[in-house]
């Protein structure tokens, strides 16, 4: 159980949350896991169709390139501007 990931995994639902550093829930999740077909097959298809009607590939590499760039121009910028002071 780690900040913001109760905002991605709905508990149960399509996937499930372990309090961190408790390794005998974990297990106990896993073997829950391991020993029921249905609940496995469940939690695969809901974690899936979340994934692909939430998230797009395209759309999420086309943020992060804007981050990058307006990054970079901002850093282009700042050399510059420091540039003019020094001279």
């Known amino acids: 159980n780690v900040d913001g990931i109760k905002d991605i995994v709905n ?5 499930f949350i372990v309090e ?10 896993i073997c829950r896991l391991a020993n029921d077909p249905k609940l496995r097959r469940k939690i695969a298809v809901a974690a899936r ?5 939430n998230y797009n590939t395209k759309e999420n ?3 992060i390139e804007s981050v990058y760039c307006a990054t970079a121009r901002k850093e ?8 003019i002071v020094f001279v």
């Open 20 to 29: 961190q550093d408790n390794p005998e829930e974990m297990a106990s999740v």
């Open 61 to 63: 590499v086309s943020v």
């Open 11 to 15: 508990d149960g639902r399509d996937g």
């Open 49 to 53: 169709k979340k994934v692909f009607s």
């Open 76 to 83: 282009t910028i700042t050399k510059r501007k420091k540039a």
